[in-house]
Antibody
């Protein structure tokens, strides 16, 4: 059974940093791209970033480029999102999502999400 | 960036009725279009991928169709558990984008 478990969320002050983690199990982690997708309160889904199975390629939404860094450790079956220079607009539930292919693709499994609140 | 526009924003129907949800892309996404369902307080769940393929465990009452820029998700006979928000998603080009969602509510 595929499982994705996010951690590391919480309350952070504007301008601060936070690192999210996503522990994956139930599939061969290194064979699939993974991504972060967020959802602001009462809003729709927004793709944030993706990383290929090997970790060689990363992709970012313009809204986070230069502030967020996606990475993965295939030896630990874990995905990360380093978030810097956080602003109120980054307040959201952050979902870890598994893609269907090594290079990307649609999201076939989702974690339960973790809340990040940016506020003073 | 490919913009996905979903219509209607809200659809009010009764159990047993047929639901038709639309997703229009600002440029062709070929067949790289998926649909996700999200219930309140839950993570999204993949329903349909590559326009018309049902994901694992998805009932046959869900079907997808379309090509290029116009796509449809059809629920043939609504069950109580189908009332939720539905999002289309394209993977044709970076950045990946989602539609704004269609809320399917009980009439």
């Amino acid at each position: 059974e595929v499982q994705l478990l996010e951690s590391g969320g919480g309350l952070v002050q504007p301008g601060g940093s936070l690192r999210l983690s996503c522990a994956a199990s139930g599939f061969i982690f290194s064979r699939y791209a993974v991504a972060w997708v967020r959802q602001a309160p009462g809003e729709g889904l927004e793709w944030v970033a993706s990383v290929t199975g090997s970790g060689d390629s990363t992709y970012y939404a313009d809204s986070v480029k230069g502030r967020f860094t996606i990475s993965r450790d295939n030896s630990k079956n874990t995905l990360y999102l380093q978030m810097n220079s956080l602003g109120a607009e980054d307040t959201a539930v952050y979902y870890c999502a598994k893609a269907a292919y090594s290079s990307g693709g649609y999201f076939d499994y989702w974690g339960q999400g973790i809340l990040v609140t940016v506020s003073s | 960036e490919i913009v996905l526009t979903q219509s209607p924003a809200t659809l009010s129907l009764s159990p047993g009725e047929r639901a038709t949800l639309s997703c229009r892309a600002s440029q062709s996404v070929s067949s790289y279009l998926a649909w996700h369902q999200q219930k309140p307080g839950q993570a999204p769940r993949l329903l349909i991928y590559d326009v018309s393929n049902r994901a694992t465990g998805i009932p046959a009452r869900f079907s997808g169709s379309g090509s290029g820029t116009d796509f449809t998700l059809t629920i043939s006979s609504l069950e109580p558990e189908d009332f939720a928000v539905y999002y289309c998603q394209q993977r044709s080009n970076w950045p990946i984008t989602f539609g704004q969602g269609t809320r399917l509510e009980i009439k």
